[in-house]
């Protein structure tokens, strides 16, 4: 059974710093992967890494502030995610993918399986 849970949302001011977490087990996933959602918009994409290679992309919006990174021996996915603004408010998805390639990494038909979400709230 495959299940995807995160955590380490939280309320942090504008500025401040916090790691997400996502355990994914059930499968052994090719490519992992953090979207975003905020309210009244769609999901969007924010992170992506290959479980082999470790090659990553960004979203243009979070480029030089969050870092994707996996633990392959824990099956476990983070973002870290500094200097955090309002505009990053939004429920955080964990997603993972079997067998779709990287081409699709940043779109969320590259995804299989999704997380339950983890609320982050940036206060100006």
């Known amino acids: 059974q495959v299940q995807l849970v995160e955590s380490g949302g939280g309320l942090v001011q504008a500025g401040g710093s916090l790691r997400l977490s996502c355990v994914a087990s059930?499968?052994?996933?090719?490519?992992l992967g953090w979207f975003r959602q905020a309210p009244g918009k769609e999901r969007e994409f924010v992170a992506a890494?290959?479980?082999?290679?470790?090659?990553?992309a960004y979203a243009d919006s979070v480029k030089g502030r969050f870092t994707v990174s996996r633990d392959n021996a824990k099956n476990s996915l983070y973002l870290q995610m500094n200097s955090l603004k309002p505009e990053d408010t939004a429920v955080y998805y964990c997603?993972?993918?079997?067998?779709?390639?990287?081409?699709?990494?940043?779109?969320?038909?590259?995804?299989?399986?999704w997380g339950q979400g983890t609320q982050v709230t940036v206060s100006s």
């Open positions: 997603s993972a993918t079997v067998y779709k390639g990287w081409g699709t990494s940043q779109t969320t038909s590259g995804y299989d399986y």
């Open positions: 059930g499968r052994t996933f090719t490519t």
């Open positions: 890494i290959s479980r082999s290679s470790g090659n990553t």
